[in-house]
């Protein structure tokens, strides 16, 4: 494994990195849009849509393979176990020394992010109680 010498890279990230408290839902696009990179190591995920959400904005994402994630991002991120902070370190330094990787990724993402839609998740639903409903017949 690549030894990690984060300090040398937290100090030329300092500048760049913001730390924001609560964001208004209607101000989120904003921020996906203007990030390089979507950073999010979730311990405990209900469905996954922050990643999902900066994905529909192009934005390449980093996060956790634990939960629904991997599931909702479908191989699109770069998936980390986020109780390894070197994993995460060197997945952010090698995404932010690609051009062709985040390029890649955010492509991906974002033609994944289109498969969930309002529409489709009301298919969706409805299949599912179909199916339970034709099984309480039988």
């Not at 390449?60 to 176990?81: K, Q, R, W």
Request: with cysteine; net charge negative.
């Amino acid at each position: 494994m690549r030894e990690l010498n984060f300090k040398n890279y937290a100090k030329s990230f300092s500048s760049s990195v913001i730390f924001t408290d609560f964001i208004p839902l209607e101000h989120l696009p904003i921020f996906y849009n203007a990030a390089e990179l979507f950073v999010y190591p979730s311990l405990y995920e209900g469905f996954g849509l922050p990643p999902l959400e900066a994905m529909s904005c192009s934005t390449p994402v980093i996060t956790s393979n634990l939960t629904s994630i991997p599931e909702v991002t479908n191989n699109c991120a770069v998936l980390i176990n986020p109780l390894y902070n070197d994993e995460l370190s060197l997945s952010i330094i090698d995404l932010l020394n690609s051009d062709s990787l985040l390029q890649e990724y955010g492509q991906k993402g974002y033609n994944n992010s289109l498969k969930f839609t309002w529409k489709n998740t009301a298919i969706s639903t409805l299949k599912a109680y179909e199916s339970v409903f034709q099984s309480k017949e039988n």
